[in-house]
């Protein structure tokens, strides 16, 4: 890994977590990972997905709420 902390996901930007995730890819894809590094980049990954997930679940749901709120005030 290249020394972040696993843990520290809440705090990291959408596109960060997703530029990050396609390196993991890259990684995998060019075999450049031994069985240690493969196992904890998979975990890595597990985590960025997880938050990339939560990230666009909020922002969908605050999207919902703009839209339902401009659809109240125009009737």
């Given amino acids: 890994m290249d020394g ?7 705090s990291m930007k ?3 977590a997703l530029h990050e995730l396609e390196n ?3 990684q995998m894809e060019n ?9 904890q980049q998979l975990q ?3 985590l ?3 938050q990339c997930k939560k990230q666009l679940t ?3 749901e ?11 005030e125009q009737q």
Avoid: G, S
């Fill in 58 to 60: 909020k922002t969908n």
């Fill in 24 to 26: 993991i890819v890259q």
């Fill in 14 to 16: 959408y596109e960060d």
């Fill in 44 to 46: 890595r990954a597990k």
């Fill in 31 to 39: 075999n450049d990972l031994d069985i240690d590094q493969l196992t």
């Fill in 48 to 50: 960025l997905i997880r």
């Fill in 4 to 10: 972040r902390n696993p843990n520290k996901h809440h």
């Fill in 62 to 72: 605050e999207i919902q709420q703009l839209l339902n709120d401009e659809t109240a």
